[in-house]
């Protein structure tokens, strides 16, 4: 199976969206992410799911905030 580049996916998402720094932006979100996964893992008791669509919501959750100002 294929681990998808997480980065990449969210570079090109934060660029479509019309965010200027999208490759600094998309680096330190797959981080927070990451961080993310490893700290709820430790929590049984939540249903973590860190994945891409997780990525896609908050991407346009963002991009969402970013239209009204």
Do not use: T, W
Request: include cysteine.
């Amino acid at each position: 199976m294929v681990v998808p580049d997480s980065a990449m996916i969210c570079e090109i998402l934060l660029a479509s969206n019309g965010f200027l720094f999208a490759e600094p932006l998309s680096k330190k979100f797959v981080h927070v992410q990451h961080l993310a996964d490893v700290r709820m893992k430790k929590a049984s008791h939540f249903k973590h799911d860190f994945g891409l669509r997780a990525m896609n919501a908050v991407v346009q959750r963002a991009a969402a905030l970013r239209r009204q100002v």
